[in-house]
């Protein structure tokens, strides 16, 4: 009589015993290889002006590229079990800025940006594939302790492995890196610089500019000569004011220069000097700190606290608030921030009512009816602010709006609105005309603290080559601000330069040119007791007086 076959030696028995220890090896090797992978399996390279990490994270296809704390953009660009994540540390200032200032460097960047990325992703993948590999082998020895189960591991990897790239390469989506998805505060990136199409062709035309627009920053100084000299003997406190750099390397390299060129006592920043107020965008902020003279700084509505705390920890700087004021060349100079802050859309700031800057205004001027005498500035954000502050103050500066404009305010105050110093950053490559870049230097009585002149400085914007400087001196009253004067150009024989002359308190003078860069235009001619005046030299700090307006304006 025959023995009934157990179960476990019956053909079906072995075959789940096989089976089971097909599962457990599958199981061991998957598991070592992503415990390694996700534990060592990260690369840290240039890309670009950035320092970034690359890693694979088994969460699905695609790519993501992490701008903390902004959010993520997204690219379902391929499918399978691994998503590429990129991940922006910081921005590396020496690279940044010499990208900025290299239009050779510039040129290339797309190439560079994408030999470094693909660079960057070949690295990965290597470490990667060894990594799971050896995860996988180590894994299965150290659970089944048999000596077959690493090559056996290393096998099953490596065929999933294979299996994986395949599917990547069978569903490559080029066309899905032109239509990313935004997360966070990155949703409004479309809606501000638009299209990738869009930005590609604009940044095309950038890059093809910035030669010109670093080569005139050199011809700013050049035609400093052309203008007619500050008369009178006073001393003045020269102040720099800038606003809404928005984070343009270009704007920091202008102000930075025109700092040193003017021998500026002090500058003066009426906010927006970055776009989101984020933690990586201060990397570039702090090189206000390098600047080597007091930097004073009112928050605008794009910028946060942190940076505000960022900047207020650099040499000299001094962030002003309702409970703070600035002391520069004997002055006092008081301000108030941005009550806003809009690029949080949770807050709902966008919607804030007039209201809401008329009441930090009047707060201001509260402070200011403290003090024990009148300060000579004030310093605000939106020129919505100066209204209460209308008789409390003489010279209001203010930004924001991306337009230059001088207004007489009632009881005598004066609003100045500076342009946008940083081209309005990202914006310049938005609009159908670029922003130009603008500063102002102003001179101030350093005993009274009244406004004697004032310097108004504008470098083209994107696609644009022209330097102007332009110069107006303060009557004794303020009506003659009106600009009544028409600006007339001749060229001379030799097309090398021209001459030209101021008319009476108010009146615009004729614009000196220069052809090419570092070429000064002719003498400007000032309505002094002889009819004309030297115009000063590079470098030179002559006082204001006169009445008179004129500019200098050089072509690249």
């Not at 002719?522 to 309505?527: F, K, Y």
Request: charged residues 20%; aromatic residues 4%.
């Amino acid at each position: 009589m025959a023995e009934p076959t157990s179960p476990a030696s019956s053909p079906w028995g072995r075959r789940g015993r096989v089976a089971g220890t097909w599962v457990l090896r599958v199981a061991l090797a998957v598991a070592g290889a992503l415990t390694a992978v996700l534990l060592f399996g990260r690369v840290h390279a240039p890309i670009g002006p950035f320092d970034a990490t690359l890693a694979f994270y088994p969460v699905g296809g695609g790519a993501q590229v992490a701008v903390a704390p902004l959010g993520e953009l997204v690219v379902d660009v391929y499918d399978g079990p691994l998503r590429l994540d990129v991940t922006l540390l910081r921005v590396d200032q020496e690279r940044a800025q010499r990208l900025a200032t290299d239009p050779v460097r510039l040129a290339g960047v797309v190439d560079r940006v994408s030999e470094n990325l693909r660079s960057a992703v070949v690295e990965l993948l290597w470490k990667t594939a060894l990594l799971a590999l050896a995860g996988a082998a180590v894994t299965s020895w150290a659970v089944l302790h048999r000596r077959r189960e690493p090559l056996i591991a290393v096998g099953v990897t490596g065929a999933l492995l294979l299996g994986t790239a395949g599917l990547g390469a069978a569903t490559w989506r080029p066309e899905a890196l032109s239509q990313p998805t935004y997360t966070g505060l990155l949703v409004n990136a479309n809606n501000l610089i638009g299209s990738a199409e869009d930005l590609v062709a604009r940044f095309d035309a950038y890059r093809a500019s910035l030669e010109d627009l670093v080569a005139n920053v050199g011809t700013l100084y050049s035609a400093i000569s052309a203008l007619p000299a500050r008369g009178g003997t006073d001393e003045t406190v020269a102040l720099l004011h800038v606003s809404d750099l928005h984070l343009n390397p270009a704007g920091f390299d202008l102000m930075r220069q025109v700092a040193q060129q003017f021998r500026v006592d002090a500058v003066l920043d009426s906010g927006d000097i970055t776009d989101w107020g984020s933690q990586p965008e201060n990397q570039l902020v702090a090189r206000v700190g390098q600047l080597g003279v007091p930097y004073v700084y009112v928050r605008g509505n794009h910028d946060s606290r942190t940076t505000a705390a960022l900047i207020a920890e650099q040499p000299n700087a001094v962030v002003l608030d309702a409970s703070t004021t600035a002391t520069v060349g004997g002055l006092t100079v008081v301000g108030m921030p941005d009550p806003r802050f809009t690029p949080d859309k949770t807050t709902g700031d966008d919607n804030a009512g007039p209201e809401v800057l008329e009441e930090a205004g009047k707060e201001l001027r509260r402070m200011i009816g403290t003090l024990p005498a009148p300060p000579a500035v004030a310093l605000v954000h939106d020129p919505k602010l100066a209204a209460p502050l209308q008789g409390a103050v003489p010279l209001v500066l203010a930004g924001h709006t991306h337009e230059r404009k001088v207004t007489e305010l009632e009881d005598g105050s004066l609003l100045m609105v500076q342009g946008s110093t940083g081209g309005a950053g990202l914006r310049a490559l938005q609009g159908e005309y670029p922003e130009p870049l603008t500063c102002t230097v102003l001179y101030l009585d350093a005993d009274t603290g009244e406004l004697r002149a004032y310097d108004e400085i504008t470098l083209g914007g994107l696609g644009e080559t022209e330097v102007t400087i332009q110069r107006t001196v303060i009557p004794a009253t303020l009506e003659g601000l009106e600009r009544t004067g028409e600006a007339e150009q001749s060229e001379d024989e030799e097309g090398t330069g021209q001459t030209g002359q101021t008319g009476p308190a108010g009146e615009t003078g004729q614009a000196g040119q220069a052809s090419g860069a570092g070429q000064a235009g002719g003498a400007g001619q000032a309505g002094g007791a002889d009819g004309t005046e030297e115009s000063p030299q590079l470098g030179e700090s002559p006082d204001p007086a006169g009445g008179s307006r004129s500019s200098a304006s050089p072509t690249g």
